[in-house]
T-cell receptor, first 114, second 115 residues
Framework: AQSVTQLGSHVSVSEGALVLLRCNYS??????LFWYVQYPNQGLQLLLK??????LVKGINGFEAEFKKSETSFHLTKPSAHMSDAAEYFC????????????FGQGTTLQVKP | GAVVSQHPSWVICKSGTSVKIECRSL??????MFWYRQFPKQSLMLMAT?????????EQGVEKDKFLINHASLTLSTLTVTSAHPEDSSFYIC???????????FGDGTRLSIL
């Protein structure tokens, strides 16, 4: 069965610093992986997706993620954090039964300090 | 593109009343819609999966008579919380998917407060 683990429930960076949010997955089939962002009292917004094409995926707002099969990882990065990046971030993978159900990680709260 | 509208965004009502939440895909047809519940500081918990024209599939532990789901068209699904009680207070989020392994697109959520 698919699963997702986000390492670090809380990450704090200074404005302008590198953002690195970690996600590891387990999957018995080639995974479809996603990163979503959630701002307070809002739904989830799709940042980027991996669907077995290029291993380096570029998303919105300057974020990108690299799929590494050997490490079963899909870490999210951004070279320079902005205050507006402060939010909750979720990594997700589709379940193996192809029902369209997303398996979410526990979420990582990103804090950006001025 | 891929906009999902959820309404209302905030509901406060008395215990015992029923509340209906709408989820609409505005610029695409959604084969499948999903309903989630989110507790503070937690991830999303899937409640049910809804396909147009058929009965919703509920996750284990979710009362289908309490949380009624209707998916009458490819652009509209509704969740009705029947005879709501304070323990039903939560943040409810819907999502819609075109199909297959395409991403789910989420509404902005509904904050439900039962007094």
């Amino acid at each position: 069965a698919q699963s997702v683990t986000q390492l670090g429930s809380h990450v704090s960076v200074s404005e302008g610093a590198l953002v690195l949010l970690r996600c590891n997955y387990s999957s018995s089939v080639p995974p479809y992986l996603f990163w979503y962002v959630q701002y307070p009292n809002q739904g989830l917004q799709l940042l980027l997706k991996y669907t077995s094409a290029a291993t380096l995926v570029k998303g919105i707002n300057g974020f990108e993620a690299e799929f590494k099969k050997s490490e079963t990882s899909f870490h999210l990065t951004k070279p320079s954090a902005h205050m507006s990046d402060a939010a909750e971030y979720f990594c997700a993978v589709y379940g193996s039964s192809n029902t369209g159900k997303l398996i979410f990680g526990q979420g990582t709260t990103l804090q950006v300090k001025p | 593109g891929a906009v999902v509208s959820q309404h209302p965004s905030w509901v406060i009502c008395k215990s015992g009343t029923s509340v209906k939440i709408e989820c609409r895909s505005l610029d695409f047809q959604a084969t499948t819609m999903f309903w989630y519940r989110q507790f503070p500081k937690q991830s999303l918990m899937l409640m049910a999966t809804s396909n147009e024209g058929s009965k919703a599939t509920y996750e284990q532990g979710v009362e289908k008579d309490k949380f009624l789901i209707n998916h009458a068209s490819l652009t509209l699904s509704t969740l009705t919380v029947t005879s709501a009680h304070p323990e039903d207070s939560s943040f409810y989020i819907c999502s819609a998917q075109i199909g297959g392994n395409q991403p789910q697109h989420f509404g902005d959520g509904t904050r439900l407060s039962i007094l």
